[in-house]
């Protein structure tokens, strides 16, 4: 067989494989059965060309990630109801009800940074306990072990955006810089109330305490439209975000196995992570159980997530809302991969999300993330539009060549080192 109708069919596997997940293993959100499902389907499929395929349960609490924005929001009106009612209260009651307020804003606030900012637990035993699962798939080098490339996506999908269907960006940016800022000028306008009363200022409906009052006014539709920005009844399919990458990086295995292939010392590994949607929750107890091994041996994970658009191909070494680093040395490695296969892959800036290699970072793990897809979010993007029939095999096609000729020079150039020399003082 052709090595042109070799790379046809693996094409053909992967865009298939993402049509029938799709078909078969619906409403995959984080710790659901269908999540669960789809991972045992991914260890078979696995099974057939790697030599060792581990399946690893984990607790999580999913509905915190994103669960805490409609309790934020209300907080968030109550703080403003609060503020209001003790502009016409004499005694006590309005030291009290601003108090409560500033307790229930900062609450909000911390939610805030930690569950969306840093994609850290923080609320997260607050809500229901759920068992998701990670896929771990390797190929082992013929001789051995010196060092190991892991490339990664996610098997769970996330539950729809509703403003990225109803309007996008024109309409996710105002509701979403509108709720943030209006949680923060709350704080400061109650927060000074409260200091006001304490040195027995008159802190009543007039002057600038009208004012402040009238502008809190404002944030009432914002807090109520945040209320609704995730559409619970709805999973998306899930097929570019992040099937892609599953199926892109199973192919890398596939296609070494296809050709009975192996590198001397350079083990390639395949992980499939459950529950990244719940904030990368499967990606961080992986790296946390196998991190020994993986600091033993020199570790590089790839973590691949929505290949869609090739125009938007780029390397992603800073995540978490900007709060977490990834590896340097890993980036210029893939940027090196996609050079040869003709595409100049720049450095993602600042976006306010995460995939999966900042898991691995924060346990010292070199990672870097690649990813296709436009910061200014496209109507697919976590919604109903995310299905089989709306990927793109080219970017697919491109994504995996890219993979497989990044696996190609880790192992050429036997390791990290000579990347991490130009960032070592």
Not at 141 to 146: A, F, I
Not at 205 to 232: M, S
Not at 268 to 276: A, Q
Request: include cysteine; hydrophobic fraction near 45%.
């Amino acid at each position: 067989m052709s090595k042109t109708v070799q790379h046809d069919k693996l094409l053909d596997y992967m865009t298939d494989g993402i049509k029938y997940v799709c078909q078969n293993f619906k409403r995959r959100a984080p710790g659901t059965q269908s999540e669960r499902d789809a991972q045992d389907f991914f260890k078979k499929e696995l099974e057939k060309y790697s030599d060792e395929v581990i399946s690893e349960d984990f607790e999580l609490h999913p509905h915190a990630f994103m669960g805490f924005i409609p309790v934020a929001a209300i907080f968030v009106l109550i703080a403003i109801a609060f503020y209001w009612i003790a502009l016409f209260k004499t005694g006590t009651a309005p030291i009290v009800l601003r108090s409560v307020s500033i307790v229930i804003l900062m609450f909000s606030m911390f939610m805030f940074l930690y569950e969306f900012m840093m994609y850290r637990e923080f609320v997260d035993f607050l809500f229901p306990k759920r068992v998701s699962r990670n896929v771990y798939a390797t190929r082992k080098p013929s001789g051995e072990v010196k060092r190991r490339i892991i490339f990664g996506g996610h098997a769970d999908a996330a539950y729809e955006w509703t403003y990225s269907l109803h309007g996008g960006l024109a309409v996710l940016l105002p509701v979403i810089v509108g709720s943030i800022g209006g949680m923060f000028i709350s704080i400061i306008f109650n927060l000074s109330s409260l200091i006001a009363s304490f040195c027995g200022a008159d802190v009543s409906f007039h002057g600038v305490w009208k004012v402040f009052a009238i502008i809190e006014l404002i944030f009432i539709p914002i807090a109520f439209a945040i209320i609704f920005f995730i559409n619970w009844s709805v999973i998306v399919d899930g097929a570019n975000d992040n099937l892609t990458a599953c199926y892109i990086s199973m192919a890398v295995l596939k296609d070494m196995a296809d050709n009975d292939f192996r590198f001397e010392n350079t083990e390639v590994g395949c992980l499939i992570s459950g529950s990244e949607e719940a904030g990368l929750r499967g990606a961080a107890a992986f790296a946390k159980r196998h991190k020994k091994e993986m600091l033993d041996v020199e570790t590089v994970f790839i973590s691949l997530d929505t290949m869609k658009e090739i125009e938007q191909l780029m390397v992603y070494t800073t995540g978490c809302t900007g709060t977490v680093h990834d590896c340097e040395a890993v980036g210029d490695l893939l940027h090196d991969a996609g050079k040869e296969m003709g595409v100049e892959m720049p450095r993602a800036g600042l976006y306010p999300g995460a995939v999966d290699a900042e898991a691995f970072s924060r346990c010292g793990i070199r990672s870097a993330g690649f990813c296709g897809v436009n910061h200014d979010p496209k109507k697919y993007y976590h919604t109903r539009e995310d299905s089989w029939d709306n990927i793109d095999p080219d970017c697919i096609d491109l994504s995996f060549k890219i993979c497989k000729k990044t696996a190609e020079i880790y192992d050429q150039k036997g390791g990290i080192s000579e990347y991490e020399k130009k960032y070592q003082k």
